[in-house]
């Protein structure tokens, strides 16, 4: 029975709380945290990791005045326990129900929708520069973000350019991974720092501070005054920051709360910026969780089990097409020996553990880094080397500048793989990948491929590997049909025609090519005979069958999923205008000029008409309009 959190409406509830009330409250979180995971999958061990951490802050600051940016904010499920959606949290990330990440429109102390790693440095900064200069300077402005995100660029940019702010925190939760085990030398500076005593820098005057505070935590407290080791630590420790104006304090246990509160007190009377190192666990409290954190980050549905630990709830079969590019990506890298691959920090997302183990030599994981990424890829690529490019399509929008200016305008064959193309379901809007059909086709050079099925993925990594110029392939994060047909083998520009039809052309673009022809099944029952075109292309276009279908067909109806503006459809009406040719038959079908929410994939798929019985009706309505002439658009 959950004694605290039913009644907590409000973060200024914990501000007089002793330090065993708020224990027991990060006891509740964790219960409650461990329900969820039995009917859903939800972010887990990160969450975990953060619980004490959350609790200190609320308790300490008052964050509808202060100000506070959770980075990569999939560790918010703590913050909204605790700020009065505790009765709606059984619902997270649900169609209706509460957002995975911070979400502005849930509540007050979600600031900003942040879902991409390392901006929290900035945005925060930004926060405390515009109370300045609107004249609110008693307010603190805190910024916490993981190890895993810290090497990314925009990080030091913008404490580059923190000098001198005062009430400005940023708090390094460290806990020695991203999603998998972090990489690089800023990785081994980390793990140097966590192997420290305690370190003030030698600043006498932050001692100082600190032993005005009472002592609320542990006497282990009083390694600070040890001037020989903390001497000992300067050598090593925190010089980084240092010189970046940031006086860095640390590293400190994350999850003592007695000593949590002690610091941000101590931070409160603090000149200029400060960077407050804390060591937490991922899955802290989970023994499960905390063991295989990279498991955990997002683990399917499961059932706890006094003996056997945690079962995992039964799914549904079918392999993803992450696998299938796993597999097709291992293949190429078998046969030929200048192929790479490269991921930032989702080796465990695109499922590239084998291929990192069987070829340690040519995989290289950067880190949350993307743009460097790409720019890397394109150093390898004037050397010879042939490499993939496998990150998230939300993610790969980072190196928007290196796709121009390192790959595209030299026209360098790097190939982009672009995992959970399309709507990426309860992950919401700031994962949802739909707007890389028109961020990629707008670049001259670059090829944009969509597979139809999981057979035309392996062809097409084939066909890019072979091509002189940059290729993109997109796939979702879906199980890959497999359409029983003759393969036509994966050409420049050409188009595969699945079946013909009197009264109608389907042309999809990417995995829905199975839903399309279910629908055109569906139609022939009621006498509506509509043919199929697997486009495969977005770019370059096969002209030639299209344009014969947008002459000779009463409709047509492209489906894609993505963002209508600008994307396959939009190229199609493109084509058809430089060639004069009537389009007021054409309907596209893909996703409006909107952010779409969160929810279960079927259900947002149901919503945007981008399923058999969805794209069957829009069919239906275009085959009535074109026997009576008529177009009627919803």
Same mark, same amino acid.
């Given at each position: 029975?959950?004694?605290?959190?039913?009644?907590?409406?409000?973060?200024?509830?914990?501000?007089?709380?002793?330090?065993?009330?708020?224990?027991?409250?990060?006891?509740?979180?964790?219960?409650?945290?461990?329900?969820?995971?039995?009917?859903?999958?939800?972010?887990?061990?990160?969450?975990?990791? %953060?619980?004490?951490?959350?609790?200190?802050?609320?308790?300490?600051?008052? =964050?509808?005045?202060?100000?506070?940016?959770?980075?990569?904010?999939?560790?918010?499920?703590?913050?909204?326990? *605790?700020?009065?959606?505790?009765?709606?949290?059984?619902?997270?990330?649900? /169609?209706?129900?509460?957002?995975? $990440?911070?979400?502005?429109?849930?509540?007050?102390?979600?600031?900003?929708?942040?879902?991409? #790693?390392?901006?929290?440095?900035?945005?925060?900064?930004?926060?405390?520069?515009?109370?300045?200069?609107?004249?609110?300077?008693?307010?603190?402005?805190?910024?916490?973000?993981?190890?895993?995100?810290?090497?990314?660029?925009?990080?030091?940019?913008?404490?580059?350019?923190?000098?001198?702010?005062?009430?400005?925190?940023?708090?390094?939760?460290?806990?020695?991974?991203?999603?998998?085990?972090?990489?690089?030398?800023? #990785?081994?500076?980390?793990?140097?720092?966590?192997?420290?005593?305690?370190?003030?820098?030698?600043?006498?005057?932050?001692?100082?501070?600190?032993?005005?505070?009472?002592?609320?935590?542990?006497?282990?407290? /009083?390694?600070?005054?040890?001037?020989?080791?903390?001497?000992?630590?300067?050598?090593?420790?925190?010089?980084?920051?240092?010189?970046?104006?940031?006086?860095?304090?640390?590293?400190?246990?994350?999850?003592?709360?007695?000593?949590?509160?002690? $610091?941000?007190?101590?931070?409160?009377?603090?000149?200029?910026?400060?960077?407050?190192?804390? *060591?937490?666990?991922?899955?802290?409290?989970?023994?499960?969780?905390?063991?295989?954190?990279?498991?955990?980050?997002?683990?399917?549905?499961?059932? @706890?089990?006094?003996?056997?630990?945690?079962?995992?709830?039964?799914?549904?079969?079918?392999?993803?097409?992450?696998?299938?590019? @796993?597999?097709?990506?291992?293949?190429?890298?078998?046969?030929?020996? /200048?192929?790479?691959?490269?991921?930032?920090?989702?080796?465990?997302?695109?499922?590239?553990?084998?291929?990192?183990?069987?070829?340690?030599?040519?995989?290289?994981?950067?880190?949350?880094?993307?743009?460097?990424?790409?720019?890397?890829?394109?150093?390898?690529?004037?050397?010879?080397?042939?490499?993939?490019?496998?990150? $998230?399509?939300?993610?790969?929008?980072?190196?928007?500048?290196?796709?121009?200016?390192?790959?595209?305008?030299?026209?360098?064959?790097?190939?982009?793989?672009?995992?959970?193309?399309?709507?990426?379901?309860?992950?919401?809007?700031?994962?949802?990948?739909?707007?890389?059909?028109?961020?990629?086709?707008?670049?001259?050079?670059?090829?944009?491929?969509?597979?139809?099925?999981?057979?035309?993925?392996?062809?097409?990594?084939? =066909?890019?590997?072979?091509?002189?110029?940059?290729?993109?392939?997109?796939?979702?994060?879906?199980?890959?049909?497999?359409?029983?047909?003759?393969?036509?083998?994966?050409?420049?520009?050409?188009?595969?025609?699945?079946?013909?039809?009197?009264?109608?052309?389907?042309?999809?673009?990417?995995?829905?090519?199975?839903?399309?022809?279910?629908?055109?099944?569906?139609?022939?029952?009621?006498?509506?005979?509509?043919?199929?075109?697997?486009? /495969?292309?977005?770019?370059?276009?096969?002209?030639?069958?299209?344009? #014969?279908?947008?002459?000779?067909?009463?409709?047509?109806?492209?489906?894609?999923?993505?963002?209508?503006?600008?994307? =396959?459809?939009?190229? %199609?009406?493109?084509?058809?205008?430089?060639?004069?040719?009537?389009?007021?038959?054409?309907?596209?079908?893909?996703?409006?000029?909107?952010?779409?929410?969160?929810?279960?994939?079927?259900?947002?798929?149901?919503?945007?008409?981008?399923?058999?019985?969805?794209?069957?009706?829009?069919?239906?309505?275009?085959?009535?309009?074109?026997?009576?002439?008529?177009?009627?658009?919803?």
């Amino acid at each position: 029975m959950l004694q605290y959190l039913p009644e907590i409406e409000s973060p200024k509830q914990l501000h007089g709380m002793s330090s065993g009330d708020l224990k027991k409250v990060a006891a509740e979180i964790r219960e409650v945290l461990c329900d969820l995971l039995s009917n859903r999958t939800a972010h887990f061990a990160s969450n975990l990791g %953060v619980v004490e951490l959350c609790l200190a802050l609320h308790s300490e600051f008052d =964050f509808l005045d202060d100000r506070l940016i959770w980075d990569t904010g999939h560790q918010i499920y703590p913050q909204k326990l *605790i700020t009065g959606r505790f009765k709606e949290f059984e619902r997270i990330r649900t /169609r209706g129900g509460l957002m995975g $990440y911070p979400n502005p429109n849930e509540s007050d102390y979600d600031l900003f929708m942040t879902g991409h #790693a390392g901006c929290s440095v900035s945005t925060a900064l930004g926060l405390r520069s515009g109370d300045n200069l609107m004249g609110k300077t008693s307010n603190h402005s805190v910024a916490v973000i993981g190890d895993g995100a810290f090497p990314s660029g925009i990080v030091y940019e913008a404490m580059n350019n923190a000098k001198d702010m005062s009430k400005f925190m940023v708090i390094l939760n460290d806990n020695e991974m991203s999603i998998c085990p972090r990489v690089g030398g800023l #990785a081994h500076y980390m793990d140097r720092l966590r192997a420290n005593p305690f370190y003030t820098g030698l600043k006498t005057q932050v001692v100082d501070l600190l032993n005005k505070v009472p002592l609320l935590g542990d006497p282990v407290e /009083r390694l600070l005054a040890q001037v020989k080791e903390a001497a000992k630590a300067g050598f090593n420790g925190g010089m980084l920051f240092e010189e970046l104006g940031f006086k860095y304090i640390g590293p400190i246990d994350g999850h003592n709360i007695p000593i949590l509160k002690k $610091y941000f007190r101590m931070v409160r009377e603090t000149q200029g910026p400060v960077l407050l190192h804390v *060591i937490t666990r991922k899955g802290h409290g989970f023994q499960p969780a905390a063991s295989d954190p990279v498991y955990f980050h997002t683990p399917p549905a499961f059932e @706890r089990d006094e003996e056997e630990g945690v079962v995992p709830k039964p799914s549904s079969g079918g392999t993803p097409y992450t696998n299938h590019a @796993r597999d097709a990506i291992s293949f190429q890298m078998e046969k030929n020996e /200048r192929v790479v691959v490269l991921t930032a920090a989702m080796c465990q997302g695109n499922k590239l553990e084998p291929v990192r183990e069987k070829y340690p030599d040519r995989f290289f994981d950067t880190g949350i880094c993307e743009s460097h990424t790409v720019a890397f890829a394109a150093g390898q690529c004037k050397a010879g080397l042939r490499p993939i490019v496998d990150i $998230y399509s939300t993610f790969l929008q980072r190196s928007y500048d290196q796709i121009f200016q390192e790959v595209c305008l030299q026209d360098l064959p790097v190939t982009f793989l672009m995992d959970r193309s399309g709507l990426t379901a309860a992950d919401g809007p700031t994962h949802h990948g739909t707007f890389d059909i028109g961020y990629m086709r707008i670049f001259p050079n670059m090829v944009v491929m969509a597979p139809g099925d999981a057979n035309d993925l392996g062809a097409m990594l084939d =066909f890019a590997l072979e091509h002189d110029s940059p290729c993109s392939i997109r796939y979702p994060k879906d199980t890959a049909a497999l359409m029983t047909r003759e393969l036509q083998p994966v050409e420049l520009g050409k188009s595969e025609m699945i079946s013909t039809g009197r009264d109608g052309t389907i042309v999809s673009f990417g995995s829905h090519l199975d839903s399309c022809q279910n629908a055109a099944n569906e139609l022939k029952q009621e006498g509506i005979e509509v043919g199929v075109i697997n486009a /495969r292309f977005c770019k370059p276009l096969d002209e030639e069958t299209f344009i #014969a279908a947008i002459k000779d067909s009463p409709f047509v109806v492209t489906v894609e999923e993505g963002m209508l503006m600008g994307g =396959f459809g939009s190229a %199609v009406l493109e084509m058809a205008n430089e060639h004069r040719l009537n389009t007021s038959h054409i309907r596209r079908l893909g996703v409006p000029d909107e952010f779409v929410q969160h929810g279960d994939r079927q259900e947002l798929l149901d919503e945007l008409n981008l399923t058999p019985k969805g794209i069957a009706k829009i069919c239906r309505e275009m085959s009535a309009a074109s026997g009576v002439g008529e177009f009627q658009y919803e």
